[in-house]
């Protein structure tokens, strides 16, 4: 079983709490343990439960967000929730894993909570050769108002569709509402590779290459003519 992601939400307005609060409850890998008013019923929290990941408010009272995040010493990851984007850089600088500007929507949410990395769950060992799931990477997407799990290693490639994106797979491929250039810095990059203005494909699925086109299974992607240096320097 995979283990979840243990969240606190450090937020003093209600329904900001709230919205964080249902957002999570909607994510299967999320575990909300607590909701804090302030940075220093969150300290206590911290210092008594395991956190993977903080939502943390700036403007906070006694203690603000941006201060109360220098102090900590073993940080779990920080993503920042506040009204104030002049705040982004000093978010950015103290390693936040993302910077929410409210009011922000599930989908962006997700985006930010995507950038979490998943830690692999202990897999028994047996003579099989096959990758268990809970040592496989994963993302959540939005479809048909279902939370669909999708596993990276099985994503051939990724094509633009206006506002939407088409994940392909071997057999199949989905349709989500999402950017390309959002996804590009989701996926891990030693995994999937831009190789145009519409297309990110997974190397490891790549059969053959030209100067003008990839091959993965009967698809034949273009290569866009400024992303060309980049591929020949990568492959």
Do not use: W
């Amino acid at each position: 079983m995979t283990q979840k992601i243990r969240c606190l939400i450090v937020e003093d307005e209600p329904i900001a709490a709230e919205i964080l609060e249902d957002y999570i409850a909607q994510v299967p890998h999320l575990y909300r343990v607590a909701t804090c008013r302030d940075a220093l019923l969150a300290l206590e929290v911290l210092n008594n439960e395991h956190i993977d990941l903080i939502f943390l408010d700036i403007h906070l009272p006694k203690l603000k967000g941006i201060e109360f995040a220098r102090t900590l010493k073993n940080k779990p990851q920080i993503i920042f929730t506040t009204a104030y984007h002049e705040y982004a850089i000093e978010g950015f600088e103290l390693a936040a894993l993302d910077y929410l500007l409210k009011p922000f929507t599930f989908s962006r949410f997700l985006q930010a909570v995507n950038r979490m990395p998943i830690s692999s769950g202990q897999a028994i060992k047996t003579t099989s050769t096959s990758i268990k799931e809970d040592e496989r990477k994963y993302l959540f997407f939005n479809v048909n108002k279902k939370q669909v799990k999708v596993m990276l290693d099985e994503i051939t490639h990724i094509e633009s569709i206006k506002d939407y994106v088409s994940i392909h797979f071997a057999q199949q491929h989905i349709v989500v509402k999402h950017q390309l250039k959002e996804l590009e810095k989701i996926l891990p990059n030693d995994r999937f590779v831009r190789v145009h203005r519409s297309y990110i494909v997974a190397i490891k699925h790549i059969s053959a290459y030209t100067k003008e086109f990839i091959e993965i299974g009967a698809f034949h992607i273009p290569i866009g003519r400024s992303y060309k240096e980049a591929l020949r320097n990568r492959f």
